[in-house]
């Protein structure tokens, strides 16, 4: 359960040649909830024109099914925003929909330019004018300005003065293009649809709506659809494909396929390796759910020790808790999460958890579970410890903010007052997820789309 | 999962003596919200006035910080209303406040008065005017026209007319009363803040806020809060508590501690249980989430069959969702749930759910799961076949909906298409339960509160 | 312009026999917009079931072409509540919806009970609950508990208690109700409508919907409108009418005709009697629009002294101005007005209004008047001092407010600084009106509809 | 009464130096409502910083409280939006809010710049990405890309490339400027506050926040307003001013003073002027309310026939009304117009408006007062026939919808079913305006700030 911020994560869909194109994009974000609660918007084509709707909240909330009829045509995409505590201005609600020399186009990503700071710099100085601080519209810019009649080839020109990580809908009054960096840091899954095709964030997408899958676009592909069927590019320079590995830790649905592997798998198998590197003579294992839960199956069998649903989730949370004056213990956690005393007292607890990001949750969870009567806590997480910020997102904590920047475990282990603390080893967690090289910068601060510079603690606008 | 609509359940809160009163209520309400999601309402007492907010929806998105604010004073009641198809019109949104002859009161309860429409008609006939539907109102109206200048003795003397099933708070200018009826068929517990009281449907409640539980008020209990302190009586002739089985079943959230018992354990000892009485050869053991977690959990234990998670749900759930006209398979159950399909893929299935009441749903997850791989399913349901309405709420089924009053076991599996389906046996539950009898009356048809007929098949507003 | 409330007003409306009942009594609602602007309320009747929409603010905004459309029926009666400062809650905006004895009945009113309190008192004492503070509720109380069968008797018993002030429309699934008190205070339209009739405060209501005017509904009438036709009852004691005066003064739009005399042609008399009884030298004569436009047209007219609009009124008025701390001369009345001071530069101006309530406004007039360069201010009134608060609402003045209470015309010429001050006589206002008696207590304090006492200083609930 | 649009008009205001800048820019909108009722915006500099709040609607309705703190800052521009059917989205609602490469800017105008298609096709044909529609967004394009280091500089350059008709204010971090095109054909003035300075569309705004009145900014002049003081340039080659002369017959606040000339001043004189032109024996004249009153009351003095106020205005419009299907006479003027019978009925009516766009609404208001009993009705305009489109806005009529483009005095007359109709001649409207000459183009089709071609009849997007 990562209640600080840690990684900026969103999701996409993008349908072509289906008459309710609006709503089953409307589905697909709604399966996709869980990678953006911030915002939602969809840009829909109607081979004429395209227009667009765009609100703060969830995506339930925000399409009433008026506005969704209202949104004719056969083409869509969209995309959900995560939340954020900073410039969450509707105006950064994507799809990002503009009239270029080209005619109109709509733009939706998951993930960051890494350079987009500096092309949108340079960009300004040339006159350039932003109105929003979305990635998105330096992309478009670039491909308003490339000087390049044939719009594919000026798409191409312009991801191509982009470093980052990052998967893009493009629609354009009758193609939807959808493209993945060279380095596949983002998943991108292609489906079919009776009369038409859908590129979504995750397999779960393609699930609700009854799509079938064909598969995931390539690192460094770039797919056209439009009436005359899909065209598959390769346009960029090969590289060495590096997923992030914390979709399988923590960003993707238990029940998509990512990446080629099953999530559900995957966490299972972390577990496994979890029980037998970090093992603990314990009564019981928790997990901190939901993210936690499937992991901690995998400890629960391959150590022996019985699981328990130790901390009940509450699903109704909403924007504001005002603290009394006369304040609650554990507050901030409590409104999320409440131990079963009857299940907590006097065992030795192995607490399950996907990742320690600033260390108070985890505190706060390791006292609240004290309290509830646990004699031993034994805190257990599923991947390496965070010491680098991840390059893709507002508002992700700085270095500093991370616990185990500037803490070795045994000191992150008195912060969170827990009697005992292990990691998941950073090489199992690459076997877990099927073996393959992974982007695991927020751990060992090897950034693969920073072909220049490392950066420094410098976290950046994305999704 | 109950998709449909069986028993009327509402969760209610009171607090006396806290500055912040309308705050802990609200907090209150916030972790009962399982109990009633189409609205809630707060009523608070200054000691001079009785003021109120209601609305439509989820707490955390009725009450903003500036509403709470404004709801000043030490005293405050709150409740939860369950979404229901019907009348839902915001007159009919708990707490009911007036102006009667003693003052001005605001009344909220949990359960149901069955024979409120017979008093509500002879009230109208003697000139009563209604702006409800809510039993509330007539409780109301009963204590005003007692004729009765005490107001203990007048409510007392009220509550002797009604038959029924209720947890009620009532507040006056500088009284918090609750009382449990006879049966004691819905819970209500006390607890203790550190300057006063505090009565809530569950003790999450007592969690949530830091309070301390005291105890359970006892069926046929008054208890009078006041500058005075605790007041207790037992107004009414002593009957064999009731209190009902489902809130053990399914209504109650599993941290919490009711009827004396704590509701993990309780569905811990269901799912055991039902694995003695119901086995089956199988590979996994999938629960219905969220309310068959536990059970399933005592299930897989006792039948050393590996729980696996394999039906994922989607907790952002909306209110309107349009399913496209190319139809999508199972849409309706999809929307909340969806299997994992490497989890379920070539295995022979226990499914365990809590109950059934019209097949449909169950029938949609079968074939889901069918789908989805699985080579046989069995079917176990943590109760006996539901045959009866609950005479608790707008709304429930009738007879003729519920597939048990007119299917046996057999024609059920048949509907659901299930390979073999199982329930647990009656007295066996009363045993998990923690022994002692209760309201099974939805099991077996026998009523406890309607002394006089058996009413038919007639279901009535109620909470 | 009344800045200060001083008397409550309110718009009735309601049609019978015509399928767009809702829209037709939406439309004269909004006709008769000046009668009140605080809410509005519209209930239908179906033959079945009654149904209503309320809001708070302009009719306009509140019913949508969905709302109005939702509320099907052939029967309706609407209300428009007058701005007030205290209890705006929407459970008192009119109509007033409830099931009794004899079925459903919606009720709207203009005026007000002047034993309501009293009535009120007794009706709790013996048992009746208040939902609002709104005088509607008393009477359907008192119908409600009358223990008579026939509901037209039972409504006849019930008014025969009450003493006050009324325009009332009561609908019961089948009939609408029109009744005029005895005094015939408040005016009451009847109207034709192809198919069926129409009631109506003021006859631009008629004029905007295209009905036919057929007569004014007399003082101590009940009409009885039904699928039967129109059945006319006279079944209070006949006393002398006592139409009220200011809303010839101030509260009609001058289109309208009311008590058998235009509205128009009234003013004009008023403003013609007032430049006799109160001659000025002067070189323009300007109006406080908009209310005084008419009277001043007349006083021109009379005087010679050319008209000019030195105030021109803003007409976008909202609800909320924030004066800058750095504060604005006049703020509170230049919001409204602003002075054409090419008009009113050098000139010895006769400023004209209806009447003079707390004087504070009037003396922001002057004020600003001066200093956009007037030599004299001659102000000048259309009606007699304002001794006395109409005991016709919520949150009018009390006596002491009243600045004609306790100064003589002198006095208040000093408080507001004009240079001279003259009111028209009394008895020339009742002739300018027709002749015939008027209520015209505000003035000389003569209650009429209060039999037994004088009152005092005890402004009523009322409309 | 213009029912019909004709022009597109906008209100602006501007404030420097002063802490409650928004609260200041609001009061400012407030009064120049009557210029735009579509949306509002106000955008404010903390001299870091430009934020902003638009939003639909009315100035009071679309500012609270809340929103009006929030905007701090000394510095702040906002902008009135005129109504129209067409691209009512809230992204065209001004200011336009953008980073360049000089920083943030702010801009609002009221005008229209006659080549902004052409301008903006070479823009986007040159890279350039539109967000709105605005010609606004056209003038920061230039601005952004002028290649101009400084930022003056830069924006003369840019407005020398642009022709048209604009009053134009433009706020960077800590400078405010204003510009008024060479031609002056939209006012702007310029106001004393106690600390800092004001730039505005019409003087009623320095009334309303008692401002002192400096000067009118001169055709062709910018001024720049800073911590620095105010500078004064005239970058542009000087013209022949042609300031719009609609905005006397009917823009304009008549308590506003404009083009050196008091509107009252102006309206009285055309209305004496179009008596000794247009005479017509008859009994009453009648103006078409509110713009047509003071035109009026001039026609009756130099007449001496007597004004009445026979057409009475409802105030409170609304957005929507359904006409019941049993159609109602003249519904469309009658939501807004009234006739008073008793002022009407026998007489020889002389009806004054401003304009006649499409005739159709001056059909409708002969027909209207022929039925409430006029004898002869003789429609007087105080201006001259409306001929040719104007230039300045998003759907004006075009050239055939105008009646007199198409149709010569008596074939409208024999439209509007008038007894007579007469217009007031085009060269006594200038003399009535106070000499010099105005932007006539509407009456003659000589457009002057089309120095190329005559452009033909193809309205332009603006204000």
Chains 1, 2, 3, 4 share one sequence.
Do not use: W
Request: with cysteine.
């Amino acid at each position: 359960m990562i209640l600080d911020k840690f990684h900026e994560e969103c999701g996409v869909a993008g349908v072509f040649g289906c008459k309710e194109a609006a709503n089953l994009v409307y589905l697909s974000l709604y399966s996709l909830q869980h990678r953006g609660q911030e915002g939602a918007g969809i840009a829909v084509s109607d081979r004429d024109k395209i227009r667009y709707e765009k609100g703060q909240g969830l995506v339930a909330d925000i399409f009433s099914a008026d506005k969704i009829d209202a949104l004719e045509g056969d083409m869509a995409i969209g995309h959900n925003r995560y939340s954020t505590a900073g410039e969450s201005h509707i105006r950064n609600i994507q799809p990002f929909c503009v009239e270029i020399n080209a005619g109109p186009v709509a733009i939706a990503h998951n993930g960051n330019i890494v350079n987009a700071d500096e092309v949108k710099r340079q960009l300004v100085k040339n006159g350039a004018i932003f109105n929003s601080s979305s990635d998105s519209e330096v992309i478009v810019h670039l491909i308003a300005k490339s000087g390049i009649d044939n719009l594919i080839e000026s798409i191409i020109a312009s991801l191509r003065k982009l470093q980052g990580a990052y998967s893009l809908l493009l629609m354009t009054k009758d193609m939807l293009i959808g493209v993945r960096d060279p380095l596949g840091v983002r998943p991108l899954i292609l489906g079919k649809l009776v009369n038409g095709y859908i590129l979504v964030s995750e397999t779960v997408a393609l699930d609700l709506i009854g799509a079938e899958f064909i598969r995931e676009i390539e690192p460094g592909e770039m797919v056209i659809i439009s009436d005359k069927g899909i065209e598959s590019l390769h346009p960029f320079d090969k590289k060495t494909p590096k997923p992030c590995i914390f979709e399988h830790i923590y960003f993707a649905r238990p029940d998509s396929m990512i990446f080629g592997e099953n999530v559900y798998d995957v966490r299972k198998r972390m577990g496994r390796m979890l029980a037998i590197q970090q093992p603990a003579e314990a009564d019981i294992v928790v997990p901190v759910p939901d993210s936690g839960i499937i992991a901690t199956m995998g400890y629960s069998e391959q150590s022996g020790i019985p699981l328990e649903m130790g901390l009940i989730r509450n699903h109704y949370v909403g924007r504001t808790f005002i603290e009394p004056s006369q304040s609650i213990r554990h507050f901030g956690v409590k409104i999320k999460l409440n131990p079963v005393k009857s299940v907590i007292k006097g065992k030795k607890v192995i607490v399950v958890d996907d990742s320690i990001v600033r260390g108070t949750t985890s505190r706060k969870i390791v006292k609240m579970l004290r309290e509830a009567g646990a004699r031993e806590i034994h805190f257990r997480v599923c991947s390496p410890p965070t010491k680098f910020p991840c390059f893709y997102g507002i508002d992700t904590p700085t270095r500093k903010e991370l616990i185990a920047s500037s803490h070795n475990v045994e000191e992150i282990r008195k912060f969170i007052t827990a009697d005992t603390l292990g990691y998941l080893d950073i090489n199992c967690l690459e076997e877990c997820a099927g073996g393959g090289e992974f982007c695991k910068a927020c751990f060992n601060g090897d950034y693969p789309m920073m072909s220049l510079d490392g950066g420094g603690d410098n976290p950046k606008s994305g999704c």
